[in-house]
């Protein structure tokens, strides 16, 4: 299965049809599967005409020709099935909640007020919250920073903006979390430039959910060329095939192995000297850091994996040699060094084997545990 892309852009108006066609066009040779588009200024009609070409399915909330509205558009090659929808009467947000590969999951698409609205954020999370799954993803433009001083240029170090610790207090209560900043838990990038503050912010962004944060490849801001707003991709690893391998779970048996150990205590220092600053919050770092142990420890098996391969290669090589030599010139060295040979491939499957069975009966133990107590898979 490839990834899964969700783009999200605001269009600053979609009512030109070049402007349309330009920007379907985009969407289309980007490979994406889910459009959020906010800022659509369409009407009901117009934005069900949005469902041709690669769009399979529209959901819109709208408010007039001129400003506001939002769109959720989704390929006609994914299998999302519709369970509920919830559109904002002012065209500020639309919830989407359905199932995408066999797991329920709620996809949102957000264009937040200019001016702080009291009501607003209070209503969103309302709304989000009356949808039960663990899988959630917000997109859009929020029109609001998270942290002043290290998402706008120039920083700015008076008090945070009252909008700002509204979309905090939503991300504490939903437990969301901003997918680029954990992605770039460093970085400095920006998707809008206003123009006549001479400023440059980064109030476009995706909001997600732990289980989802699980499975998220990349969280990229793209450039700025159809819009004022440069667009935001996310690209999320849609869960396997077989039901039972849809998390990723490390195998137990490294924990008994000292080299792996002094190999993830050296990447877990590397990454604390590297991360742990004043100005990463500790449930930021908590998250990059678990995604940064699960990359180096399948890294790390990996390698384990490739160098086991290859030792049996070379032992598998090794005795048809010694074989072909010793049928042609017996001899006693010869018969202790192919005896020698094969009992260390022998030694080698054995572990290989018992390594194969410990796992899945640890899969096993874990199947059974989500019959008795069903816990949802990563989307």
């Not at 920007?23 to 599967?33: C, D, H, S, V, Y």
């Not at 072909?324 to 006693?332: A, I, L």
């Amino acid at each position: 299965m490839s990834d899964l892309k969700i783009v999200s852009l605001n269009v600053k108006g979609f009512n030109n049809a070049i402007k349309r066609q330009k920007i379907l066009a985009f969407l289309k040779k980007e490979k994406t599967q889910i459009a959020l588009l906010s800022e659509t200024h369409l009407n009901d009609l117009e934005h069900l005409k949005l469902r041709r070409s690669w769009v399979g399915q529209v959901f819109y909330s709208s408010y007039n020709t001129k400003s506001r509205g939002v769109a959720i558009l989704i390929h006609r090659s994914l299998p999302f099935t519709l369970e509920t929808t919830i559109r904002d009467n002012d065209g500020r947000y639309i919830l989407v909640s359905g199932y995408l590969y066999g797991e329920q999951i709620l996809i949102g698409c957000v264009y937040g007020p200019n001016s702080y609205k009291g009501a607003f954020f209070p209503k969103l999370l309302s709304d989000v919250s009356s949808v039960s799954t663990p899988y959630v993803i917000l997109g859009g433009d929020f029109n609001c920073v998270f942290d002043p001083s290290v998402d706008q240029s120039p920083p700015k170090s008076s008090p945070t903006p009252r909008k700002s610790l509204r979309l905090k207090e939503l991300c504490h209560d939903l437990e969301l979390f901003d997918t680029w900043r954990i992605a770039n838990p460093k970085g400095r990038d920006y998707t809008f430039f206003s123009q006549p503050h001479q400023t440059f912010s980064r109030i476009d962004f995706f909001l997600s959910s732990r289980m989802v944060l699980d499975r998220v490849r990349e969280c990229l801001i793209g450039g700025c060329s159809l819009s004022d707003h440069s667009h935001v991709s996310l690209s999320i690893c849609p869960p396997y095939s077989d039901p039972s391998s849809r998390h990723w779970r490390m195998n137990p048996s490294l924990l008994s192995s000292p080299p792996f150990i002094d190999y993830i205590t050296e990447q877990w220092n590397v990454f604390m000297a590297a991360n742990k600053t004043p100005d990463v919050s500790p449930s930021l770092l908590w998250e990059t850091a678990k995604a940064y142990l699960r990359g180096s420890m399948i890294s790390y098996t990996t390698a384990q994996k490739k160098a086991a391969i290859k030792e049996q290669l070379d032992l598998e090589n090794l005795i048809q040699q010694l074989e072909v030599q010793f049928k042609s010139t017996p001899s006693t060295t010869l018969f202790k060094r192919l005896e020698a040979a094969r009992s260390a491939l022998n030694q080698l499957l054995t572990k290989k084997a018992e390594s194969t069975i410990f796992f899945a009966k640890h899969s096993l133990a874990w199947s059974r545990d989500r019959l008795v107590a069903p816990s949802c898979s990563v989307v």
